[in-house]
């Protein structure tokens, strides 16, 4: 690792420690396939026009915690979702329209839908052209004569977003101020939010930058991550670091700062209309969770829960309970206060988990610092051929609770985190007995990401001096990257 990159690790360990970690509570929502990206969210052997199945996703969306819906569009290839007078319906005649079962149910259980304005063509729309941006506000008129005084009716996605490389062009700015334009007449309580991308290789020290975000006539903007699409090989370090110098940018205007974290990754090529995007380990979900709420954002939105950490959108009769999927139930399971997703919470958030003398092993498993989602991070010590073991010496007999390690998961450097770690204690340290042992089921969606997670032993209540940990992978090709070992 460079030495730049190791002082920004450093210094997002150390950044805001106690800032509270906020949960998602929005999602995009996608009513169209439109190419492989979205055969998670809009499954072509599922009928996406059910409005019986949308107020069931709705009830079920609202239950996990998520109470803003963002639509990604309400139109596509000249076919509206609602029930538009000057486009054809994209949905059978006769039946209610999936806008106007999503809204009823936000009516109901007070939740807040935010609409978007497009596609005036399709997903490639681009706000330099006039056609663009007079299609998007005649979609508006429409819908705010359909919906502007809805209870759940919260205000405008303008779908167009611009790009920040190096910053927001000028042609972008104006071209979404001429739509909030409009917004502020139809609707003028509504909020209007756009969700831009590019920070990842953007000139933040240019003044041009903070500038063209002080110049737009929006309400919202709620910046995309950027995580799932893999700008970077390892785009975690510098994806926090960006998001807090929008948050010091954000101090000085009144526009509210959200993000938009990305649930997803991709099962072939990243970034291509040929693969499919599809569900990232819950690992670095949390990790990008805590960076966003650490740069003081106002809310975490995500493309998405709906399609891609909800479950499977199958069909199935409006009230019945079907399985859930397993990021579901770890995001669930974090929300919850489960002790393993906490523990690795206070792990990205930087908290002090203490230290220890390592006396088999590298001493740094115990200096109380963590690895960042980097291979090349020095506080990452190597083990070869499949097993890893490491002793501790607590300096004298004391109850011992639970002992976590922290691993890191990168399939393209054949690093892979334990099927299994065992914890065996001692009281002088020459013959030990097994206290746990904890099996570790990987993640299948593994083919870009590197991301971390821990193995957690805990309800020990066991007392001994001396700690040893072993871990085991299957495959003794494959290397173990462990970055700390927590006793407590």
Known sequence: ????????????????AQAQIKPVTGTFVNFFWQDERNNYMNQ??????????????????????VDYLIFMAVANEG????????????????????IDA??????ELGMHVIVSTGWARNQLDDLADPYVIETQRKIMEELAELYGQRASFYGWYLPVEGCFIPYLSDHAVQGVNKIAARARELTPNAKVLISPYGTFA?????????????????????????????????????????????GEIHKKCDIEFWANVESFTWDREPNNWYSTLVPAAFGRYLSQIVGVSQSGVDRIISFAIAGIYDTPGSEYPCGQKILSTRVQQDYMAWLSGDERW???EGIFAGQDFGKHTVISGPQGLGDGVFAVEDPADPNWHTFEGGVMECVIDLGEK???????????????????????????????GKQYRQVASVCYEGWPNKYLDCWTDVILAGGLKE????????????????????SEVIVE
């Open 102 to 107: 999503i809204m009823d149910t936000a009516d």
């Open 202 to 246: 953007a000139e933040f020290e240019n003044p041009k930058f903070a500038q063209s975000i002080y110049d737009l006539d929006v309400d919202i903007i709620a910046y995309q991550d950027e995580i799932g699409c893999v700008r970077e090989t390892f785009p975690m370090a510098n994806m926090k670091e960006h998001f807090r110098l929008l």
């Open 463 to 482: 007392k001994a001096r001396y700690v040893k940990v072993v871990a085991r992978l299957a495959d003794s090709t494959q290397h173990i990257l462990c």
């Open 342 to 344: 906490k523990l690795l």
């Open 398 to 428: 004391q109850e011992v609770e639970r002992v976590a390690a922290h691993f890191c998961d990168y399939y393209t450097g054949a690093i892979a985190i334990p099927q299994n770690l065992e914890v065996l204690v001692s009281d002088k």
């Open 79 to 98: 076919a509206a979702i609602y029930p538009s007078k000057f486009m054809p319906h994209a949905y059978p005649e006769g039946r209610k329209s999936p």
């Open 44 to 65: 072509r052997n599922v009928d996406q026009t059910d409005p019986e199945r949308w107020a069931c996703k709705t009830a079920e969306l609202h239950e996990m915690g």
């Open 1 to 16: 690792m460079k030495l730049k990159q190791l002082l920004l690790s450093l210094a997002l360990l150390s950044f805001s």
